[in-house]
């Protein structure tokens, strides 16, 4: 329990400190020593807990209560201060609704209902805590020196507000730490909330006019889910008598209609969070904040929060119909749809941002469908997107810093101009579509699991989402190695600490994709067996660990010469006599001089968002009205 408690309290005194030092030398130290404290600190609960069952443990505090409710309060405030500041309606009225709910829940239900264990510690939270430990403190460190090129862009004059930004990062790793490892669903809300308004105040930290208007589209939509969790958990103390989830979730797998709104809401939450349509605006909104915190939010943190709490809802969805097809329909749809727009976009950091939703909406699908094999699958969905998304994100940061671009056809011959980074970059794509990285590895189990519960309609979504994913994918890479007029080497001038995080995201990724066996036998698997009491059909441990040889063979051929001289360059055939190698200039049929050029086809008139979006958007209103209308007609109301 005392490294548990750790891990929350520490990363906060870790953004105290943050938030009051404004010399560069002193943050800098201060964040290497947090970020290493904190990694090494998961790493070691995970380590000193491997393989063992769920344990519940004892922890009660009613100060801890008080708190959980002030926080509330203050999350409401500094919501309502900005709405009123900047005259949103939407956010002031969504609120006051929360806090009002959350009153009303503190102190006529509350009291009656005592949760004794209030932490829990199982495999999946020891994952997320690894994910959180690592993932998310390698972000921070990587911020040190992009926040630095950062505010040097700014206008002169303008106020450094740095220290606000290291410390809210660092108190979005505490909050993420009570999600994960929370019992009393009170105290879990609390940390949910938490990021909300983190990832509210991240986003909008430039505030330009954009900025705040997609901050308040995030605090807006999030609102929505924050009020369906107050709704679940007045239904689960008036209705159940508890506020622990390990119980809620005994009793929902044994009396389903028990639970059924309260699943429903919960699920809703989860979906908000994970940024499913028609809710993905906000996370797409998130992309004109600084590269650091689309990093966060979109791999380690906030949008893993809502994919976790429908992981672990997975045993109620396989007996419970309502939440289930919502949960499923909604995820797939969104998985092919999303998939599909990433195919026009572009901007590097929109097809990071499309294909996030897409693989979030791919796990929640898989949660939604319940058994074993599709809770194995969604797990290593959840870790692999992780690693690799962070990963990317930190590239296209700093390619955009150094090419001054990040768009995808600014990215001509990347390996040329920045050899190092254009080899991570090309892992982190490739972990993402290709065999024998994770990613495939967890999609065919997908697969295995869809077609083993019937689920046709999934089938065909992730067949032709899985097709949308390779074109967009395939399209990348070939501009990585592309044609470009200039080939000089921009890449000197990248901070040591963007390499050092770097580094370490793509050692993790490698080290995730090798030893995926080692994480499914003392990781995962025991997970499944502690819910499900079997780990279902899976696949071989034999069938794993040669894709692990395959992976390294891959990465070395990858890497193999990457500080080494190069040898003698030849002119490049152009389809015709070369006139001007360096400029890409050759002659043509007509005996005249043509520039050699590529540019991918992004098929807008196509796959355009305000083409798709818009279905997948009334889909999935459709779909969710319909789960709720079916939940509030079959669940008994006892008040």
């Not at 002030?70 to 999350?75: F, N, P, W």
């Not at 199982?122 to 972000?139: F, K, N, Q």
């Amino acid at each position: 329990m005392e490294m548990i408690v750790f891990l929350i309290v520490f990363p906060l005194i870790v953004a105290a400190l943050l938030f009051v030092v404004r010399q560069d030398a002193a943050r800098n130290v201060i964040v290497y020593a947090g970020a290493g404290v904190i990694a090494l600190a998961s790493i070691a609960v995970a380590l000193l807990n491997l393989g063992a069952p769920m344990t519940l443990i004892p922890f009660q505090s009613h100060a801890i209560d008080l708190i959980c409710l002030g926080v509330s309060c203050v999350i409401a405030a500094i919501i309502l201060a900005f709405a009123f500041k900047y005259r949103n309606v939407a956010a002031a009225v969504l609120a006051v609704v929360q806090i009002l709910l959350a009153l009303v829940f503190e102190f006529v239900f509350a009291p009656q209902v005592e949760v004794i264990y209030g932490l829990y510690l199982d495999s999946l939270s020891l994952l997320m805590a690894l994910i959180i430990g690592v993932v998310g403190t390698g972000i921070c460190v990587y911020a040190l020196g992009y926040m630095k090129d950062f505010q040097a862009h700014e206008p002169s004059g303008s106020k450094d507000r740095r220290p606000t930004f290291f410390a809210i990062m660092f108190v979005f790793l505490s909050a993420m730490y009570v999600i994960v490892f929370s019992d009393n669903m009170v105290w879990m809300f609390t940390g949910w909330e938490v990021t909300t308004v983190c990832s509210f105040l991240l986003i909008g930290y430039t505030k330009t006019d954009e900025a705040t208007r997609n901050a308040f589209r995030q605090i807006v939509m999030n609102l929505l889910g924050g009020i369906a969790f107050v709704v679940a958990l007045l239904l689960s103390a008036s209705q159940l008598g508890t506020l622990s989830f390990y119980e809620f979730l005994y009793i929902g797998v044994n009396r389903p209609d028990l639970v059924m709104l309260a699943v429903t809401l919960l699920a809703f939450a989860g979906i908000t969070k994970a940024a499913q349509m028609p809710f993905h605006t906000w996370l797409l909104g998130a992309m004109v904040a600084p590269t650091p915190t689309s990093a966060l939010l979109h791999s380690s943190t906030m949008v893993k929060a809502g994919v976790f709490l429908l992981v672990k809802l997975s045993p109620i969805m396989l007996v419970c119909a309502p939440p289930s097809i919502m949960v499923m329909l909604v995820g797939g749809i969104t998985f092919l749809l999303c998939s599909f727009m990433a195919i026009s976009q572009s901007n590097a950091k929109r097809v990071l941002a499309y294909s996030t939703i897409a693989n979030l909406g791919l796990i929640t699908a898989c949660a939604g469908v319940g058994t074993p094999e599709a809770v194995w699958a969604a797990v290593f969905l959840v870790l692999f997107h992780a690693v690799a998304k962070s990963l990317l994100f930190l590239c296209v940061g700093t390619a955009e810093h150094h090419i001054g671009s990040r768009d995808i056809e600014d990215m001509d011959l990347l390996f040329e101009r920045m050899p190092r980074l254009a080899r991570l970059m090309m892992l982190g794509i490739m972990c993402m579509f290709i065999a024998p990285f994770g990613m495939l590895v967890a999609k065919w189990a997908t697969l295995v699991s869809f077609v083993d519960t019937n689920q046709v309609a999934l089938l065909i979504i992730l067949a032709f989402g899985s097709a949308a994913t390779f074109m967009f994918w395939a399209k990348w890479l070939g501009k990585l190695a592309g044609i470009a007029s200039a080939q000089e080497n921009v890449e000197m001038s990248v901070h040591r600490s963007e390499w050092f995080a770097l580094t370490v995201m793509a050692v993790l990724l490698v080290a995730c994709c090798v030893l995926i066996p080692v994480v499914s036998a003392f990781l995962v698997e025991p997970y499944i067996m502690s819910v499900f009491g079997t780990v279902g059909q899976g696949i071989s441990s034999d069938n794993l660990w040669i894709g692990s040889i395959c992976v390294v063979i891959v990465v070395a051929v990858l890497l193999a010469g990457l500080n080494k001289q190069r040898g003698r360059k030849v002119g490049v055939y152009l389809a015709g006599v070369g006139r001007d190698n360096e400029n890409r200039m050759f002659q043509n049929a007509m005996s005249g001089s043509s520039e050699a050029t590529v540019r991918n086809w992004y098929m807008t008139d196509i796959f355009g968002e305000k083409r798709v979006a818009p279905v997948g958007v009334w889909f999935n209103i459709i779909i969710m009205a319909a789960a709720f209308a079916f939940a509030i007609v079959g669940t008994p109301m006892v008040f």
